[in-house]
T-cell receptor, first 114, second 112 residues
């Protein structure tokens, strides 16, 4: 079991470009969560998805950010027209269901906007 | 609104000491509470998960307690080692939600 896989590990984008972050959940996990960790700040929830469904996007910025978890393939967090303030570590977690179990986190993608 | 606070923000101890990290939360309506470890520039490693009906969990030198009524959890680390140096994060999962609410973390340094 490879765990939660995130790629790329590091991503550098120029201001105005698009960033695509990928997350493959653990085998058998159908729930995916994205969190952001800004420099010197704690982890903040962004979005919770099941296959082909957004369950809770209350933590997503209103503009430029979107997330999907298609029937086939990884979950994608997409940031359009990146700005310097988007520089952060983005973590993905997965769980097997919405029962109150624990989460498994990936190693994160560190986005740097130059 | 659920808020999670961790005290202290930073802690430095000599090797071999027993220590306690504190976590408090404002709303007792939770599914569970989870302690994580984060090394610099790395991801999160789950240490202990306590369900709302449980009072404590143990794993090796780690023991976590949960007092839901008072909104508190503690992580006890016995016989600390330099390899325990990391940031420790407490996170609660409120009832009827899938998300975790994290504290700001306690950064621990264990000196040889």
């Amino acid at each position: 079991n490879a765990g939660v896989m995130q790629n790329p590990r590091h991503l550098v984008r120029r201001r105005g470009q698009e960033a695509r972050l990928r997350c493959s959940p653990m085998k058998g996990h159908s729930h995916v969560y994205w969190y952001r960790q800004l420099p010197e700040e704690g982890l903040k929830f962004m979005v919770y998805l099941q296959k082909e469904n957004i369950i809770d996007e209350s933590g997503m910025p209103k503009e430029r950010f979107s997330a999907e978890f298609p029937k086939e393939g990884p979950s994608i967090l997409r940031i359009q027209q990146v700005v310097r303030g988007d520089s952060a570590a983005y973590f993905c977690a997965s769980s097997p269901s919405d029962s109150p179990g624990g989460y498994t986190f990936g190693s994160g993608t560190r986005l740097t906007v130059v | 609104k659920q808020e999670v606070t961790q005290i202290p923000a930073a802690l430095s101890v000599p090797e071999g000491e027993n220590l306690v990290l504190n976590c408090s939360f404002t709303d007792s309506a939770i599914y569970n509470l989870q302690w994580f470890r984060q090394d610099p520039g790395k991801g999160l490693t789950s240490l202990l998960l306590i369900q709302s009906s449980q009072r404590e969990q143990t794993s090796g030198r780690l023991n976590a307690s949960l007092d839901k009524s008072s909104g508190r959890s503690t992580l006890y680390i016995a016989a600390s080692q330099p390899g325990d140096s990391a940031t420790y994060l407490c996170a609660v999962r409120p009832s009827n939600t899938g998300k975790l609410i994290f504290g700001q973390g306690t950064t621990l340094q264990v000196k040889p």
